[in-house]
């Protein structure tokens, strides 16, 4: 089998019965676990990263035709307050996602002249498989995800949870710093 093969098959096994927004994390639910590889290439997976503490898990516009103002925005409000993540113990995993041709040269340029702290993650979602699976595509023209912000705590379960059906409407960073479970 090919490697494309073989990656489309595990993306419809991921996929199977998680079609639309409504089948998004919600407070309560476990979070799906997942794997995915950081623009650095190094795998990161929630499992391994809620072991340790809480997540803060931020879903991306990616790539549309252009880097989006708003996501660029969000981050650099995560990153001003980013002692305070650590303060809370909390790593910050923002997903990239977008068709996985050019998306790691999309990725490297929003991320480019930026300063990420230690406990910030930018990882790829090349061909929505992420995305899909939580239930965030945005599957429109010129669309690629839902903006979302979930609190994953140490047994995955989420504690937060912001899905916007627009460009804006995202989470406040206050907001998710009162939601992170305190240690």
């Not at 990161?44 to 997540?55: M, N, Q």
């Not at 035709?65 to 925005?73: N, R």
Request: glycine share 10%.
């Amino acid at each position: 089998m090919t490697t494309r093969f073989t990656a489309a098959i595990a993306a419809l096994a991921i996929l199977a019965g998680c079609a639309s927004a409504a089948d998004a994390p919600k407070v309560g639910d476990e979070a799906k676990d997942f794997e995915l590889a950081a623009l650095g290439g190094e795998m990161v997976k929630l499992s391994k990263l809620t072991a340790s503490g809480p997540v803060v898990l931020v879903v991306l516009r990616g790539y549309p035709g252009y880097q989006c103002p708003l996501c660029t925005k969000q981050v650099g409000e995560l990153i001003g307050k980013a002692d305070e993540f650590k303060k809370a113990g909390a790593q910050v995993v923002l997903v990239y996602p977008g068709p996985a041709d050019k998306l790691k040269e999309h990725a490297g340029e929003f991320v480019k002249g930026k300063d990420y702290p230690a406990h910030f993650t930018l990882v790829l979602d090349p061909d929505y498989t992420f995305t899909n699976a939580y239930g965030l595509r945005w599957n429109a023209k010129n669309e690629t995800a839902y903006p979302s912000t979930f609190v994953v705590g140490t047994k995955r379960k989420v504690t937060f949870a912001t899905v916007s059906k627009t460009h804006g409407g995202r989470a406040k960073t206050e907001e998710v710093l009162k939601a992170i479970p305190a240690k």
